[in-house]
């Protein structure tokens, strides 16, 4: 019987016999074996530890027998009675939790290689489903498969299969080197650095992986493929940096990480047993290694999955955070007491762009109706304004553009999922293998580079209307949106922290796919670099979700100096949700707790749930537009304004 420990930042293996010592001295034999290896580190460490299982963080009794508490090749972490936990190699912030949070799911979603959705890999990498091939599939596998070993068996010479790579393309390696070739690959590829993907972003990117496989072009055996899917199934995760890949020959980097964990190689993590060396996580899930035949090492790793499957991360998290905008700039239009005039449908229909006429539509839902009337619209109604600044009138074309950009990217990106990106590709049909260039990372480069920038726009907007709200020359409002200025700050500082996140994004939307470095011996001599340009997208959604929190809260902070009068119900609702999490400001307090409970808001999708119903039942009822006479409008007609009203 064994057991593995986890200490610090290894994971050591202790042989138990029969298991019939205690838990208290597998501990002290583990913290024995790591002071043998690493003495310094141990240095003033208390005596004192906890035993507890990896999985689910059980707390075990020291007095007990091992065999009595814990399975052969069961997993354990030591922690030190300072609180330190003994853990393994570093991880990002919340990565191992995310693991040993993890619930095995029980739905399978079946794979095609041709019809998987930005939103079901974004559902995957929850771990909310279990994965499978479809029998169509399956014999696509089969027959491509075939082909490559009726090719070898002919002794004809191929790329990949039986030749060097990139520079040595041109040298055979004779057949009783083949495997030595592929495992070779993967071993020297494995050269990534920086933190690992989170355990959502490892699962989607290998889920992402199998489609790719699951097309039937790639050559590889099912078997192969059958151990991949049981090791996603199970969440055996390999530790794969996010940074080294250059987009072309593919993620070869995060890629040969991927795969290397698949050989049983590097280090791995999982639900049942954290993180350790990923034979002998694969080992305590009944799980093999991987034994990689002729073409199967290149076939893992020649693709663009990791900027893909980041980019439909981004995608997703931009799709939400776009149409929320629209929701939290409508609510600060009405507390800065702004009019709808500006959204108009003659207007957008003069310039019929989709996004922008969605946009406007979602305005006037939410805005002053007859349906959702708003008090505070109401209130201000024959005001001597005549138009409202940029951020607020011109939400439909700037928003909008975002939209449609999006829905761009949305295709690429979609595609891109669905597409057979090896080289060189196998045909069965024609009997044919052919070398080509869908490794190439550029269409998902360039589509993540124009995301990041159609993106950005939001908290651009959005930083200029917390200006608006903070600002007393402009708003109407209290500085900063809170009583006895001086003696509290308010929302000065949170201003601060919008402007800052928002030059940031100035600084990642400057587009890495317009950089191409040469590599490989000048063989691979125009790289898209789209690792970076999916990497920053994320960064950039992540900050837009930030800024247009931090606006949330200012916008719902103004109503408190607007009681009694109410804005529209549907934006009530989402005053209501704001304040479920974060309540007024009074006076200071520590503010980035109510951010960040509110960014958790909009990166859910709550603040779109709670204004959905409304949305729809103000298109079900087909509402009619209420064009109000004010001085935002000009008219030929020589009536005082209070006399106007005009129909739809």
């Not at 097309?215 to 055996?236: P, Q």
């Not at 290149?298 to 999955?305: D, E, H, K, R, S």
């Not at 979602?362 to 349906?371: G, K, M, N, T, V």
């Not at 990041?452 to 930083?463: D, K, Q, R, T």
């Amino acid at each position: 019987m064994k057991v593995t420990v986890k200490i610090l930042h290894e994971t050591l293996t202790v042989p138990c016999k029969d298991g019939s010592q205690t838990v208290g001295w597998l501990a002290e034999e583990a913290m024995r074996r790591y002071r043998k290896a690493r003495s310094a580190e141990l240095a003033g460490k208390s005596p004192g530890f906890q035993v507890r299982r990896a999985r689910g963080d059980g707390l075990l009794d020291p007095d007990d027998s091992i065999a009595d508490v814990l399975d052969d090749n069961d997993f354990v972490q030591v922690v030190f009675a300072t609180g330190s936990p003994i853990g393994s190699a570093p991880v990002a912030p919340g990565t191992t939790q995310s693991v040993l949070c993890y619930q095995e799911p029980t739905e399978f979603l079946a794979l095609d290689g041709n019809s998987l959705t930005p939103a079901d890999l974004v559902q995957l990498g929850k771990g909310l489903y279990k994965i499978k091939l479809t029998d169509d599939s399956i014999s696509k596998v089969k027959e491509a498969r075939k082909l490559l070993e009726n090719i070898l068996s002919e002794n004809k010479v191929c790329y990949g299969i039986n030749t060097g790579f990139g520079k040595f393309a041109r040298t055979v390696i004779p057949a009783n080197k083949l495997v030595e070739l592929q495992e070779n690959l993967i071993r020297s590829h494995s050269a990534g650095v920086g933190p690992p993907l989170t355990p959502e972003r490892t699962r989607m990117l290998f889920a992402l992986r199998i489609n790719v496989l699951a097309k039937g072009y790639s050559g590889i055996s099912l078997e192969t493929v059958t151990r991949m899917i049981a090791a996603f199934n199970a969440s055996c995760l390999p530790w794969i940096p996010e940074k080294g890949t250059v987009g072309a020959s593919g993620d070869l980097a995060p890629l040969s990480h991927l795969a290397l964990g698949m050989l049983g190689e590097g280090r791995m993590c999982s639900p049942k047993t954290g993180w350790g060396e990923a034979k002998d996580v694969l080992e305590a899930h009944g799980l093999k290694p991987v034994q990689l035949g002729p073409k199967e090492g290149l076939a893992l790793i020649n693709g663009t999955q990791l900027i893909t499957s980041l980019g439909a991360e981004a995608l997703q998290r931009a799709t939400a955070i776009a149409r929320q905008a629209d929701i939290v700039a409508a609510l600060t239009l009405d507390v800065l007491k702004g009019t709808t005039r500006a959204f108009d449908s003659d207007i957008h229909a003069a310039r019929p762009h989709r996004g922008q006429s969605e946009v406007a539509r979602r305005f006037r839902s939410l805005l002053h109706s007859e349906l959702y009337p708003s008090e505070i619209s109401e209130s201000h109604r024959f005001c001597d304004r005549v138009q409202d600044a940029y951020t607020l009138r011109c939400c439909p074309q700037v928003h909008g553009i975002v939209n449609d950009t999006i829905d761009f990217v949305s295709s690429i990106i979609t595609t891109e999922m669905n597409s057979a990106t090896d080289n060189p590709m196998v045909f069965p049909q024609r009997h044919e293998i052919i070398s080509g260039g869908n490794f190439h990372g550029e269409y998902p480069a360039k589509a993540l580079d124009y995301l990041a920038i159609g993106v950005h726009e939001l908290a651009a907007m959005s930083e200029r209307r917390i200006e608006r709200l903070c600002n007393p020359t402009l708003s109407e409002l209290p500085a900063f949106l809170v009583e006895e200025g001086g003696l509290n700050s308010g929302f000065m500082i949170a201003h601060c922290t919008a402007a800052a996140l928002v030059s940031e994004n100035k600084v990642l939307t400057h587009p890495s796919s317009v950089d191409s470095l040469s590599t490989s011996a000048a063989t691979e001599d125009h790289v898209s670099m789209g690792g970076f340009a999916a990497r920053k997208s994320l960064q950039v959604v992540e900050h837009v979700e930030q800024v247009l929190a931090i606006e949330l809260l200012a916008a719902c902070q103004a109503i408190e100096f607007l009681r009694p009068l109410h804005t529209t119900e549907p934006l009530e609702k989402i005053y209501d949700l704001v304040r479920n999490v974060a309540g007024p400001w009074d006076k200071d307090r520590f503010m980035s707790p109510d951010i960040d409970a509110v960014t958790r808001l909009l990166r859910e999708g709550e603040v779109w749930g709670a204004a959905k119903p409304y949305l729809d039942d103000f298109h079900e009822r087909e509402v009619k537009e209420l064009r109000l006479g004010s001085p935002t409008s000009s008219y030929l007609m020589n009536l005082p304004l209070h006399q106007l009203r005009m129909g739809p």
